[in-house]
């Protein structure tokens, strides 16, 4: 079978170390854009790609099978839906949006033109996030008792011009590092009855949140934050508990349960996750199997909610506000 040619909208730190990991394997980086056209270049070049100017004329040149966007997420809506207005299929890398009300319209534009639309989390492409969920499913624990997962990082050490700082690329823990906790549990307990968050909020955005999401009879506990460097999640059951380390990119985890210990093991890579949505692009798929449109929707309600409880706003969207009076 050919390879899957990609065409990048952005050449930043995700977009290089996707791009070393998929050409490995059955893809290829056929086209380039960004906004800045010499980064684009320099990019296009290491993977024998053509490097485009503009957005308008990567999607008129079309030397390729996908679109993969790899911007800050307040420009996701804007390229994602010129692409699949133009009939092209799209991974989007997490969060897709700022709101649920942009996926909303992501959607909406997938559905229109009968093209695919993913979010781009290689954790659900993962086989080890996927064995977890099927332990769950089958009630290997037993009655959930309390969920709790940490993850944060030293983002605060930063470049102060990083977008995963500035109040005007929605930076901040929650929508870069929040997203992944608050999805790993969604799609293991589906939406919560409850949200609670407290978050501290500094130079316009949130540093750290405790959100706590209630399911009656137990809650998930999700730590997030961007001063220290901190992972894992324990899920804990009447007969027993699963730990998963590293559980964003987990390559095991572990069940212990009713005196017996099971592993589950696989990667976590772009490869595995650029080549299922590939699959999916192929067989015609709209929808992901591996992360739905639904998901990818609650999952941002969710962090529309946190928001509002920490009153977190960001400055373009009170400028939206000002506009609209």
């Keep these: 079978m050919d390879k899957f040619r990609w065409a990048y909208v952005g050449s930043g730190n995700i977009?290089?170390?996707?791009?070393?990991?998929?050409?490995?394997?059955?893809?290829?980086?056929?086209?380039?854009?960004?906004?800045?056209?010499?980064?684009?270049?320099?990019?296009?070049?290491k993977y024998n790609a053509k490097a485009y100017k503009t957005f308008d004329g990567l999607l008129e040149g079309g030397e390729f099978d996908g679109v993969y966007i790899a911007t800050p997420h307040t420009s996701h809506l804007e390229?994602?839906?010129?692409?699949?207005?133009?009939?092209?299929?799209?991974?989007?890398?997490?969060?897709?949006?700022?709101?649920?009300?942009?996926?909303?319209?992501?959607?909406?534009?997938?559905e229109d033109n009968n093209v695919y639309f993913c979010e781009a989390m290689w954790t659900w492409f993962s086989d080890v996030a996927l064995g977890v969920k099927k332990l769950i499913d089958e009630n290997r624990l037993g009655e959930i008792k309390s969920v709790h997962i940490d993850y944060?990082?030293?983002?605060?050490?930063?470049?102060?011009?990083?977008?995963?700082?500035?109040p005007e690329t929605a930076g901040g823990a929650l929508l870069d590092v929040g997203i992944y906790p608050i999805t790993y549990c969604y799609n293991l307990f589906g939406y919560p009855e409850t949200i609670r968050c407290e978050g501290t909020i500094k130079n316009g955005i949130d540093v750290a949140e405790t959100v706590v999401l209630g399911y009656g009879k137990f809650e998930c506990t999700l730590e997030m934050s961007l001063s220290k460097l901190k992972e894992g999640c324990k899920i804990i059951g009447e007969n027993g508990e699963i730990n998963i380390p590293m559980f964003h990119m987990a390559r095991i985890a572990t069940l212990k349960a009713d005196g017996k210990k099971e592993t589950v093991k696989g990667k976590t890579d772009y490869l595995t996750e650029f080549t299922r949505a590939a699959g999916e692009i192929r067989a015609g798929r709209i929808d992901s199997e591996y992360i739905p449109h639904k998901a990818t929707v609650d999952c941002l309600k969710i962090m529309d909610e946190c928001r509002k409880q920490m009153n977190l706003v960001y400055p373009f969207e009170k400028r939206e506000s000002a506009d609209e009076k």
């Design 152 to 166: 944060a990082f030293p983002g605060l050490m930063m470049s102060k011009n990083s977008r995963v700082l500035l």
């Design 15 to 45: 977009a290089k170390s996707t791009a070393r990991s998929i050409t490995k394997g059955a893809h290829a980086v056929t086209a380039v854009y960004s906004r800045n056209y010499e980064k684009a270049k320099a990019f296009a070049s």
């Design 79 to 110: 390229y994602s839906v010129k692409a699949m207005n133009s009939g092209f299929p799209v991974l989007c890398e997490k969060p897709v949006g700022v709101t649920a009300e942009e996926a909303e319209l992501m959607i909406k534009a997938s």
